[in-house]
């Protein structure tokens, strides 16, 4: 106990506690928290789609129908006729032969990668990969190579030197990084996992929904579908809803029905959650203008403060303010927090550091009249 007081203690004093904080309601770009109104730009409900009524339509539909819990894993008796429907809108909407459904994004990584690798493999992560990847593969017990973020010639040197000494091995990477904003070079990740035989996974995560002509992701947008062999991403940010997925082969799928512990021993998810997800990749095909609405502004916003002297990060609707000292940013997002814009810093270990930094998660419900508001109140902080 006394550990848990001095880590507390130590937390607090550093200005480094994590707290929560309820939100009374959360809609159209907006929250509210503490009985004051912000505009939102911490949420990943990047198209909007939460409130979609299409989408709360199917949910319900789907309650109706089936109850509002699953009674147990898909094994047993959790398993639904709309699960596989899901899974195979997500296998043509990924490009990709199947698909199987995880509880979540860190359920998911963790589950794959451990399933798959054991202790005579390598697996090679970009530095900056999700902690769940992390965490996935210190539960494989795989030897893990980070090679330095986006750097494909780093990538190749580890290769070269060590992929010999394994068994298997894996290249993994997000292809938009959640902190950063930034793309990872695909192709070239691509072409390094043939050179070394390797196979490749990506986390589209915060692509999902958005990049591509069908707004599948940026495996898509590359034309890599039938290269990249594990194709993983979630239903909880552009989607709008819960749970996440895993597109690839058939026998891959079939493996991991029968192997992965975090798909096995979880209970199946809820109807309304899988129905929503079900409207929600029909409403990314019908409704390609929000994607395009939120990319363009992003790209006008991130313009706009480079043009300010300000630095900083990324090529996505992910837009991160580098401040680089801790205290500095918390300064900062309370002054953003005084002018009702709802900012967070993001510090170390979280980033590197010397990093901190503002991180602005544009969503298609800030337009271009908030932007430009939001950018002439920047001007008047002082970065």
């Known amino acids: 106990m006394a550990d848990i007081n001095s880590f507390l203690r130590e937390r607090s004093r550093s200005g480094l506690l994590r707290v929560l904080r309820p939100a009374a309601s959360r809609r159209a770009g907006m929250i509210n928290i503490g009985g004051r109104e912000y505009v939102d730009f911490s949420s990943n409900d990047y198209l909007g789609l939460s409130n979609h009524p299409k989408i709360l339509e199917a949910s319900k539909k789907a309650i109706e129908e089936f109850g509002a819990g699953s009674p147990a894993s898909r094994l047993l008796s959790g398993d639904l006729d709309i699960h596989h429907r899901l ?42 990969n999700h902690a769940s990847i992390l965490d996935g593969i210190m539960l494989s017990g795989s030897r893990l190579f980070r090679f330095d973020h986006n750097d494909t010639g780093h990538l190749e040197y580890l290769l070269k030197k ?9 290249i993994v990477t997000e292809t938009v990084f959640s902190m950063d904003g930034d793309r990872a070079p695909l192709r070239e990740l691509v072409t390094a996992k043939e050179r070394y035989d390797c196979r490749i996974m990506v986390d589209e995560a915060h692509a999902t929904g958005l990049f591509g002509a069908k ?68 409403v990314v095909a019908e409704e390609p203008e929000r994607r395009r609405k939120l990319l363009k502004n992003a790209e006008y916003f991130r313009s706009s403060l480079a043009a300010m002297g300000i630095n900083v990060k990324g090529s996505s609707q992910i837009v991160p303010m580098i401040i680089g000292d801790n205290d500095r940013a918390v300064e900062l997002a309370g002054a953003f927090q005084e002018k009702g814009y709802w900012v967070l810093p993001i510090r170390p270990p979280t980033v590197p550091h010397g990093e901190a930094r503002l991180r602005f998660s544009l969503t298609v419900d800030h337009e271009k009249a908030v932007l430009d508001r939001l950018l002439n109140d920047i001007s008047l902080i002082g970065i």
């Open 215 to 282: 707004g599948s992701g940026l495996v898509e947008e590359a034309g890599l579908s039938d290269r990249v062999d594990l194709v993983m991403g979630t239903f909880g940010k552009a989607l709008g809803g819960f749970g996440a997925y895993l597109a690839s082969s058939k026998e891959m799928i079939e493996y991991l029905v029968n192997t992965c512990r975090s798909f096995i021993y979880s209970t199946a998810l809820p109807p309304a959650v899988i129905g929503a997800g079900i409207a929600a990749i029909a």
């Open 162 to 170: 060590e992929r010999g000494d394994y068994e298997k091995a894996l």
């Open 87 to 128: 899974e195979e809108d997500i296998a043509l909407f990924k490009n990709k032969e199947a698909a199987l459904i995880f509880n979540s994004g860190y359920q998911a990584n963790v589950g794959i990668i451990s399933s798959i690798y054991s202790r005579k493999d390598a697996i090679f992560s970009d530095r900056l």
